[in-house]
């Protein structure tokens, strides 16, 4: 039996160095906590929501704030992490002066399904960070990414840039590894969008969308991106949130640094796409911290037939 403990010290001296092993090992703790917190939430007065809002201008839930905290302690416990990012905090936190790795993370994504009982989920991703500046790199610079998905089971599934393995969490607490190679099947017959928004699509996804329906293709949307991936990874299809043709400004819904890059990092190195028009996502340099942008990905093949439509448009690349 592999666990993701025994997978990290195999792969000691590959990128994982003994502090990044530390590192992913507190931040697996952090998941098995935070798994813990959201099955007992009811009994604990943790649903709802508060007073708050985040960077984001999106009212915070008890346990959004519980799991940024969660995540925060097990960076604090990592020695060599420099600066802890958050889709809940504005800007980065330093946590270790003389630190060298960035943890990017959205602590609960999807956390709008909590009360309804549906999977959400943590998306993280690691990068050699020693100063402020060092953390804006495209997302070719991560060293890890990975996402736990708290559902019926909770799972990890993670890149070192070795292929996407995947553990399930059993009775014991311990992350058992149950998939040594995840693969994104190439072809798919099954789309993910929420198409309450189909006014706000470019005139590539709406075409794409109406030949899908056209031909047969099944549609899933969870409202959590997490799920959605999960499930693409499980039997491949595609998710796409593009931008808002209405505000191009506003670059879309979903943010680059802890969101479209450490899933982004995932469905490649599982040999699927990425990408947010006519490039991918993982090329962007980032401009800021909370920068959204457009996310289209899954099955290669499907997703080539949309980035040859962007490439073949004369529009301007979305924002
Ligand atoms: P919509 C959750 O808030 C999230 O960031 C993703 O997890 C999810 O895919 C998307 O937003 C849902 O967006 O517009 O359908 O509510």
């Known amino acids: 039996m592999t666990t993701f403990e025994t997978y990290l010290e195999g792969r000691k001296g590959t990128v994982l160095d003994d502090d990044l092993v530390t590192v992913l090992g507190n931040i697996a703790e952090a998941t098995r906590q935070i798994s813990d917190k959201l099955r007992t939430s009811a009994l604990d007065g943790l649903t709802g929501a508060t007073e ?19 995540l925060l302690e097990a960076c604090r416990k990592s020695p060599a992490v420099s600066f802890a990012v958050s889709e809940e905090l504005d800007t980065e936190v330093a946590i270790h002066a003389d630190g060298k790795y960035a943890v990017i993370f959205d602590p609960l994504d999807g ?13 993280f991703s690691v990068i050699e960070a020693k100063t402020p500046a060092d953390i804006l790199k495209s997302g070719r610079g991560q060293m890890v990414a990975a996402y736990a998905a708290y559902g019926p089971q909770t799972s990890l599934v993670i890149t070192i840039g070795a292929g996407v393995q995947i553990f399930t969490l059993n009775d014991d607490g311990v992350y058992v590894m149950t998939n040594a190679d995840a693969k994104i099947v190439p072809d798919a017959k099954e789309f993910a969008i929420n198409a309450a928004r ?4 470019d005139d590539v996804v709406s075409a794409y969308v109406e030949n899908a329906i056209d031909t047969g293709h099944n549609m899933r949307w969870v409202g959590s991106m997490v799920a959605d991936t999960h499930r693409i990874f499980n039997r491949g299809g595609v998710f796409l949130y593009p931008a808002d043709r209405n505000k191009p400004a506003a670059g879309g819904r979903l943010r680059l640094l802890y969101e ?6 995932l469905v490649e190195q599982a040999g699927g796409a990425a990408i947010i028009g006519k490039s991918t996502i993982l090329d962007i340099v980032p401009t800021g911290l909370h920068q959204r942008v457009p996310v289209i990905f899954g099955s290669k093949n499907e997703i080539a037939k949309i980035s040859a439509e962007y490439n073949a448009e004369k529009v301007a690349e979305p924002a």
Do not use: H, Y
């Open 111 to 123: 956390s709008s399904n909590l009360d309804v009982n549906v999977t959400v989920g943590t998306i």
């Open 198 to 201: 189909r006014s706000s699509w």
């Open 52 to 70: 708050n809002t985040n960077v984001q201008g999106e009212t915070q839930k008890p346990l959004d704030i519980l799991s940024n905290e969660i």
């Open 260 to 265: 479209a890059n450490p899933i982004g990092f």
